[in-house]
């Protein structure tokens, strides 16, 4: 099996706008050539403002959309949505974690539904068995096996999000995109959702491309980071080496506007934060 879990080939994705009855058509071109590889059991940040195509990459990724042009591969396996060559074990292969976790979850669905409807889907596995697999995972994402039977709005965000977590790791994934994930927390539990991340990345050997507009947390997740400008990838480096010496002029600026901290910083200004209260109560 290749070492090379998700791997981007000169990548690019059209968007046809207009075409009223007073306009044009026009193609928007979002991305322009995009080259990526990432090792299994390692993390690819992909970082830029908004606008310059992270989501669009994204949306290739996790195989939503098609690229216009350039080959895209899953596991060594080269996909393409406009022929029909995506399997069932390559949409298994690949999950992805939302932004909001308020929004990602149906609010019909009482929890154990949530986990035990990928492997539904799938077939060939009976209830007790998808029952017992999703308490499992509950309890490894730091929830409770009692939680099953109740609904998302009975959770906090971040108890949200370790159900969204729990359930994109249901069909054993190789791969999983993280888009903005931890973005809509509270500083506290952006904390412990990295810290479940890198600990179930170690336990699994799971490969993250990882979505951000914001650096805060870029550093303690990424072994990988490339630069979107435009479309474009105007830096790809290792976590150590961008951070120290960014390159590019669009980098040093984007690196220059960002506060960048990492877990224990978060940490440090939530006590900050909860030790300011308590002066101003007392």
Known sequence: ???IVVEGRGLVRDYVTGGSLFGQKKAVRALKGIDFKVERGKTLAVVGESGCGKSTLARIITLIDPATEGQLLIEGQPVDINHGSITRKMRSAVQIVFQNPYG???P????GQVLTEPLRLQGGVPEAERRRRAMAMLERVGLKAEHYNRFPHMFSGGQRQRIAIARALMLNPALLVLDEPVSALDLSVQAQVLNL??????EFNLTYVFISHDLSVVRYLADQVM???KGEVVEDASRDAIFSAPQHPYTQKLFAA??????????????ARAAERARLAG
Not at 197 to 202: A, I, P, R, Y
């Open 258 to 271: 960002t506060p960048v901290a990492d877990v224990d910083s978060i940490r440090t200004r939530v006590a």
């Open 197 to 202: 991340l890198k600990d179930l990345q170690d």
């Open 227 to 229: 630069v979107l400008w």
């Open 108 to 111: 019909r669905q009482k929890v």
């Open 1 to 3: 099996m290749s070492d």
């Open 104 to 106: 990602s979850l149906n």
